[in-house]
């Protein structure tokens, strides 16, 4: 990849930096408040880069780089239809239960509304679904780095095997991530998502004024492309007539609903970052001041993948493969897939070559960055995957500790055990990821599968907390069966349905085949709309033949039992439902130019 | 927090301006090429400079002023103790 000095100086500068923030915070972390919850301190600009950049993984980077590669502009519903409105909806009506029953996870909300065994569900659940992200992130970051040949030169230079540089790249961003969550706790964490915020912006925004500059502009794009990649909504009438496979329904419903409230409103990784707001006031605007520069993002991590294949097609920089002869075949800066046994192109059912979409940003990177900017470059791209799982182990250990550690091992310790515990379930937290992330080498189709089974956990799960939020009625058992049949609803569908194309097995069908989706996201958007509806309708009906909850039991957990919330001193422009309207009104807008 | 996190986001990307703009100034103007002919780590070497001293004027203001807030809350908590 053709790195000098001044590349490695730079992510040396970085890596030292992350650190620092670790050491320097290390003198507040006094009480398992501190250390969990960030003291409950942080500034509401500081939350909302966090809770953005908490979400904000090199497979975020990599993927949505890639999605713009292959689908083009209508990447950007998983950001205009898929978060904002979620975002905007979790800091107007959500975050004042979450931050004001004082509940100290979402896990803890579930127990406070409705019971003992929902809490354990969502916290066992969602325990091990984090260890296993954070070994994901691991695992793809180790690829990254094996691909770009990032470590050969040291490697070489030290007499060791190249193949020593994926054991490399996991040893030491597990120890790095170890180091600064160990001693900063929450706030490091935080602190460095803010870091990797302001390192993504300043690594990716040359990059695509470079390749607009080259392509000439959006015209250049336009010109270069055909007219479904530059469109967002059109052709949305059919899944047949647009590249994402899926039709406006599908797409509203499954994502903008579904799966996106599913995931902005009620998943501990990033709601925890809104959690350790200075204020009721503060936490309210953690996800309205995050959809601002969310909104933006698009032009950042998809628009260089549009970029990549309006070039003309050259030879790719960088390919997964293993003979770069092959590698000419490019879609722009798209290599074609290889297949390592055999050293060809990987071809489809009809023939043609599958494109390697995954390496957009990388050879944009190499194509565009000469030595020195490629440092940081590849800096931005390094903190993002660190930020995934040090997002994820922060979230791990906080409810480990208090929603498995305190409510089912060590009910009655000191606070001071708790932070040791703390502490402790930060370095099994790690060890698991790196186990994680050596399993996914070994057994791809274990992690396929996994994910699958995480993604019908938490289908239903914004059934179950919209329910408990707005309606006092719902009870704890409604809950607890409607989760477990949301779950079920999404298997079954899954197993009953196949993306076109595909042969049974992991990807559907396991069950029969009764419907044949166009595409596999339209499958997972419909498996996502199934769970939430059958949560939905069994919390309601078991609600109805179980015993309710007495109404000043659940006064700060449910809507119709809550005073409003006062922002009477707050300055105009930074009530929630001001920025509320603000960011609904500039994505409606992006949506509408984007059209 | 104590720590202000605009002083190490600030401190952090003044190196790293300084840095690039540096080695912008002194590499071979031949590596250019890939960026199309534009000195990249000059100019935006100093965009990250500049970014990075707005960002450690604006932590160490904070951080004055909090120091500030606190003496006088010292203060006054003094002057209080002293009328009981």
Redesign the interface.
């Known amino acids: 990849m053709g790195l000098t000095s001044i590349d490695w100086i730079i992510m040396g500068v970085y890596s030292l930096f992350v650190l620092g923030i670790g050491v320097a915070l290390k003198r507040y972390m006094k009480t398992s408040a501190d250390f969990f919850l960030a003291g409950r301190s942080i500034p509401a600009w500081v939350c909302g880069l966090a809770f953005i950049s908490a979400n904000l993984g090199a497979q975020e980077v990599i993927g949505m780089g890639a999605s713009g590669a292959k689908y083009g502009i209508a990447t950007s519903h998983f950001y205009w239809i898929g978060a904002i409105p979620a975002m905007a909806f979790v800091g107007i009506f959500m975050m004042p239960f979450y931050y004001g029953s004082r509940a100290r996870s979402v896990p803890e909300y579930l127990r406070l509304r409705f019971d003992e065994k929902t809490r354990g569900l969502n916290a066992i659940s969602f325990a091990t679904m984090t260890v296993f992200s954070s070994g994901i992130s691991m695992y793809a970051m180790a690829k990254l780095i094996q691909t770009l040949h990032v470590l050969d030169a040291p490697l070489k230079g030290l007499g060791l095997p190249l193949s020593a540089s994926f054991h490399f790249s996991v040893v030491i961003s597990a120890i790095i991530v170890l180091a600064y969550v160990i001693l900063g706790g929450l706030v490091s964490a935080i602190y460095n998502e803010v870091l990797q915020f302001f390192l993504i912006v300043a690594g990716f925004l040359p990059l695509v004024l470079l390749g607009l500059k080259d392509v000439g502009g959006w015209s250049g794009i336009k010109a270069q492309l055909p007219t479904a990649c530059t469109h967002s909504w059109q052709g949305m009438g059919s899944a047949h007539t647009n590249p994402l496979g899926v039709e406006w329904f599908g797409l509203v419903m499954g994502l903008g609903f579904v799966l996106s409230f599913g995931y902005w409103c009620t998943d501990f990784l990033v709601v925890q970052r809104a959690m350790a707001a200075e204020s009721m006031s503060a936490a309210r605007r953690t996800p309205l001041i995050a959809a601002l520069p969310k909104m933006v993002f698009p032009f950042l991590v998809i628009l260089p993948g549009l970029i990549a294949v309006a070039l003309p097609a050259q030879r790719a920089s960088v390919s997964s493969g293993v003979k770069s002869e092959v590698v000419a075949g490019s879609r722009g800066l798209i290599p074609p897939k290889i297949d390592n046994s055999s050293g060809l192109p990987v071809l489809d059912a009809n023939g043609n070559p599958v494109f390697d979409y995954d390496l957009a940003i990388p050879n944009m990177l190499v194509h565009y960055f000469p030595t020195g900017i490629l440092g940081l470059g590849l800096t931005a791209l390094l903190a993002s995957f660190m930020s995934g799982m040090a997002g994820n182990v922060t979230a791990f250990n906080t409810v480990w500790t208090y929603d498995i550690y305190q409510a089912y091992l060590h009910k009655d310790a000191s606070d001071q055990h708790y932070l040791w515990m703390g502490r402790m379930a930060t370095v099994f937290g790690i060890v698991l990821s790196v186990a994680a992330a050596y399993a996914a080498t070994r057994f791809n189709n274990i992690m396929d599968f996994l994910q699958l089974v995480f993604a019908f956990v938490n289908a239903p799960l914004f059934a179950t907390f919209l329910l408990g939020m707005f309606w006092k009625r719902t009870t704890g058992h409604a809950a607890f069966g409607g989760l477990l049949s949301g779950t079920a609803a999404a298997a079954i569908h899954q197993g009953l349905t196949l993306p076109a194309g595909a042969v049974p097995g992991i990807k559907g069908g396991w069950l029969g085949t009764v419907h044949v989706y166009p595409s596999e996201m339209a499958q997972n958007f419909w498996t996502a709309i199934w769970a939430w509806s059958v949560c939905f309708l069994v919390t309601i009906l078991v609600s109805f033949i179980t015993k309710p909850r007495k109404e000043d039991e659940l006064v700060g957990l449910v809507y119709s039992l809550t005073d409003r919330v006062s922002e009477g001193d707050v300055t105009w422009y930074k009530r929630p439902e001001v920025l509320g309207g603000v960011v609904l009104g500039l994505a409606l807008l992006l949506n509408v130019i984007f059209w | 927090?104590?720590?202000d996190?605009r002083l190490?986001?600030g401190?952090?990307?003044s190196?790293?301006g300084l840095?690039?703009a540096g080695?912008?100034v002194f590499?071979d103007k031949g590596?250019?090429v890939?960026?199309?002919g534009?000195n990249?780590?000059m100019a935006?070497?100093g965009v990250?400079l500049v970014?990075g001293i707005i960002m450690v004027i604006l932590g160490n203001r904070r951080s004055a002023l909090r120091t500030h807030a606190q003496h006088s809350s010292d203060g006054a908590g003094h002057s209080a103790s002293g009328r009981r």
Do not use: A, E, K, T
């Open positions: 927090m104590g720590l996190i190490p986001i401190l952090l990307f190196v790293i840095l690039l080695f912008g590499s590596i250019y890939r960026s199309l534009f990249v780590n935006w070497g990250l970014f």
